[in-house]
């Protein structure tokens, strides 16, 4: 297949490479299936982002495309990108403006059955309780700054502290909820400011909480490792770091700006702005990022327990019987310290993951014991008609990427074409009939997001599992939305 | 003083964000465009009262570094301080080789009287396709937002 003058070589079904040409420092490798490629390369700039990538000083093995791979700012959406802990940058472009934007799954111990007749009421509660749309501001009280110090710091060990949620809802979050080089000292005012009032919020766009019900199940065994079976109730949350982790993009793209310059590295675009991550420059990023990811899963950690409380409350029934319960809770815009193999040597390296989720494989340390035996969930939403699926990482993750998948559909149809064509047409109406219960701040986010707008998820995870660097394990069918 | 027009700006279609190409006669007229362009995106064509003034000076190395900084700082305001632009005055742009500087009276309103109209938020300004140009006697900007 051809890209551009470049010829994109096919090493097998689902796995294409660029070879190395020009700046490039390694390969590209983008998974996907030969006519999903055809889109990638029809519809965007997504592939020119991976030869980017490639070019940044110290990267490792390959500048990674996932399936649902698509443009961004810098990296595209869907990259993933290991540099060297001594030689290498890091960059805010391998992370995202939405730093630790993520999504956790809580099983229910209650069936669709039991509460489809509840939906509308259960639906509305949510909406009510838990902060939405644009402007919202948190269920928490304002912070003062220490202790929005604190948070920062803790991570969601401050939610559990605050008594949203049970303390062992921190083995099942991806670091235990909190990376421990956090430095709130290196988060600028503005960044706080903005974070202050929005602890507890899920923000507009594409976030959301989702009520599920298991639709299919892929592997049996796993899943009820899992605790999942069929017609099972469970909630997906969608959300990240808010306006604090925007602002915290922000500020830094302009400082690692001018250290690209300091340290003489020639990048093919502003938005790749990077510095060594050894410099002052590349630590108060990773420190200040650190402090965001915090952020994000206590904001996570807080709107599940918002949700729990709903469920028990308007169900009117006991935390035994309801069993609310985290599955795992995943980053989808991260760079964390990690140990791979690269060319048969264990390597510290930053690993950048934009718009991917880690994937880690059966018997790995970093995953709780319960998984232990089967590998790390690996949550993928699709849109909110359709259905979004529970994985499990594997080895072959870790050798061929980093330990890394794909983390969503992606969009097909630019947010202003969605909205023209839900003009004229009932969309509250048409989700219904889709046997889904929704609410939104406005009618314009619902036109945005409608499952017309979104690529089939289903098509995205196929290639990983494929692959075999994620295993499908569940289907999740979603009954009742609601979004900013 | 500037005041909104939609003539001077049009919102340009992207995949999953969105963006403006702005207009104007001077980079004063341009800056002041590109900032009602920008609250346009978020809440569409509303008049908003002058209830409440801002002062804004800054100054970048470039002027792309400056427009990004400008907007990002009308941004914060709105996020932050819940103040939402009406119209602006006294606004001067001065472009030096090694600096460029912007500074303006801001007039408007608490954003919060406002939020029914509000369609969507911004991330943040972007870098991303940032671009200046001058044909004749206009000046032109783009600027993508992330959303």
Redesign the interface.
């Known amino acids: 297949m051809q890209y551009k003058n470049i010829k994109i070589e096919k090493i097998h079904d689902n796995l294409y490479q660029i070879p190395a040409f020009g700046d490039m420092h390694v390969p590209g490798r983008i998974y996907a299936s030969e006519s999903m490629l055809k889109s990638i390369i029809a519809e965007d700039e997504s592939i020119q982002q991976v030869i980017n990538v490639a070019q940044l000083p110290g990267i490792q093995k390959y500048s990674l495309g996932m399936p649902d791979i698509h443009w961004g700012y810098g990296f595209p959406i869907g990259g993933v990108a290991a540099t060297d802990l001594q030689d290498g940058v890091i960059s805010p472009g391998g992370v995202g403006y939405d730093i630790n934007c993520g999504v956790r799954l809580a099983r229910t111990a209650v069936t669709k059955d039991q509460i489809q007749s509840q939906m509308p009421k259960l639906i509305s509660n949510l909406f009510r309780n838990i902060p939405t749309g644009v402007g919202s501001e948190g269920a928490i009280r304002k912070l003062n700054e220490k202790e929005m110090q604190r948070l920062l710091k803790n991570g969601a060990n401050w939610a559990i502290e605050q008594g949203y949620g049970e303390t062992e809802d921190i083995l099942y979050t991806e670091e235990n909820g909190k990376l421990d080089w956090a430095d709130p000292s290196v988060v600028g005012h503005r960044a706080i400011e903005r974070g202050r009032s929005q602890v507890g919020t899920l923000g507009s766009g594409n976030h959301f909480l989702e009520v599920d019900v298991i639709d299919r199940i892929f592997l049996p065994q796993e899943a009820e490792i899992l605790g999942l079976y069929l017609n099972q109730i469970v909630v997906m949350i969608h959300t990240g770091s808010r306006g604090l982790g925007y602002q915290i993009c922000d500020d830094f793209l302009k400082i690692l700006g001018k250290a690209t310059l300091k340290y003489g590295f020639t990048i093919p675009d502003r938005q790749l702005a990077c510095a060594p991550i050894q410099s002052q420059e590349g630590q108060d990023y990773l420190s200040a990022m650190a402090a965001a990811a915090n952020f994000a899963w206590v904001n996570r950690q807080v709107i599940m327990s918002l949700a729990k409380d709903t469920f028990q409350q308007t169900l009117s029934i006991s935390p035994s019987d309801l069993r609310f319960e985290l599955i795992y809770d995943v980053c989808h815009n991260i760079a964390k310290i990690e140990e791979h193999e690269i060319d048969g040597q264990i390597k510290q390296v930053c690993l950048h993951r934009k718009g991917a989720t880690r994937a880690f494989p059966p018997h790995n340390r970093f995953i709780p014991e319960k998984y232990y035996q089967i590998g790390q969930p690996v949550l993928v939403p699709g849109d909110m008609g359709r259905y979004s699926f529970v994985c499990l990482g594997t080895a072959e993750a870790m050798a061929q990427t980093f330990g890394s998948t794909c983390h969503g559909a992606g969009r097909l149809q630019s947010r202003k074409k969605a909205k023209k064509m839900g003009m004229g047409r009932d969309l509250f109406a048409e989700m219904a009939r889709m046997g889904v219960e929704i609410q939104a701040k406005g009618r314009a986010t619902v036109a945005e997001e409608m499952p017309y707008a979104y690529k089939d998820v289903a098509a995205v995870v196929d290639v990983m599992d494929h692959a075999g660097i994620s295993k499908k394990v569940a289907r999740l069918k979603p009954i009742g939305v609601i979004k900013g | 003083m500037y005041v909104n027009d939609p003539k001077k700006y049009c919102?340009i279609?992207?995949?999953?964000d969105?963006g403006i190409y702005a207009q104007g006669d001077s980079y004063a007229e341009l800056f002041a465009n590109a900032a009602f362009g920008m609250r346009h995106i978020?809440y569409g064509n509303i008049t908003v009262a002058k209830k409440r003034t801002k002062t804004i000076k800054l100054c970048d190395s470039t002027l792309s570094?400056l427009m990004v900084r400008w907007l990002?700082e009308i941004n914060?305001l709105l996020?932050?301080k819940d103040f939402l632009i009406s119209c602006i005055g006294d606004l001067t742009v001065k472009t030096k080789e090694d600096q460029c500087c912007v500074k303006a009276e801001l007039y408007g309103d608490n954003?919060?009287q406002y939020?029914s109209f509000?369609?969507?938020?911004i991330?943040?300004?972007?870098?991303?396709k940032?671009q200046f140009k001058k044909t004749d006697s206009k000046y032109y900007t783009q600027i993508i937002f992330?959303?």
């Open positions: 919102e279609d992207h995949t999953a969105v978020i570094e990002n914060f996020d932050v954003a919060s939020r509000q369609k969507l938020e991330k943040a300004v972007t870098y991303h940032l992330d959303i």
